[in-house]
């Protein structure tokens, strides 16, 4: 199995910028897909965007869409959420999950703990 740490979340003002990270360990990461989800206070966790295991496909939720950027450094063992004109909206714990496999079938089987962003107006 794969253990799951993000990092980077914080505090900034709209319009701001904030990167996440998520380091792995254990099982190979080159052997995931990889995808960062988020969950607001009182909303059910959504999904924000994925990678495969090569970062030949990638995905984004709609309303990320030209804001975010998913990438993978399989050298490094790390998963990067760039994040750019955040808005309140944005504001929530996000989330790095794994599924083994190449490609991405929004099942991950493995999570990281979370990191909290919050997007002040």
């Known amino acids: 199995q794969v253990q799951l740490v993000e990092s980077g979340g914080g505090l900034v003002q709209a319009g701001g910028s904030l990167r996440l990270s998520c380091a792995a360990s254990?099982?190979?990461?080159?052997?995931?897909?990889m995808g960062w989800f988020r969950q607001a206070p009182g909303k059910e966790r959504e999904f924000v965007a994925a990678?495969?295991?090569?970062?030949?496909?990638?995905y984004y939720a709609d309303s990320v869409k030209g804001r975010f950027t998913i990438s993978r450094d399989n050298a490094k063992n790390t998963l990067y959420l760039q994040m750019n004109s955040l808005k309140p909206d944005d504001t929530a714990v996000y989330f790095c999950?794994?599924?083994?496999?190449?490609?991405?079938?929004?099942?991950?089987?493995?999570w990281g703990q979370g990191t909290q962003v919050t997007v002040s107006s």
């Open positions: 990678i495969s295991w090569r970062g030949i496909n990638i």
């Open positions: 254990g099982r190979t990461f080159s052997s995931y897909a």
């Open positions: 999950a794994a599924q083994a496999g190449s490609t991405w079938l929004g099942s991950p089987r493995f």
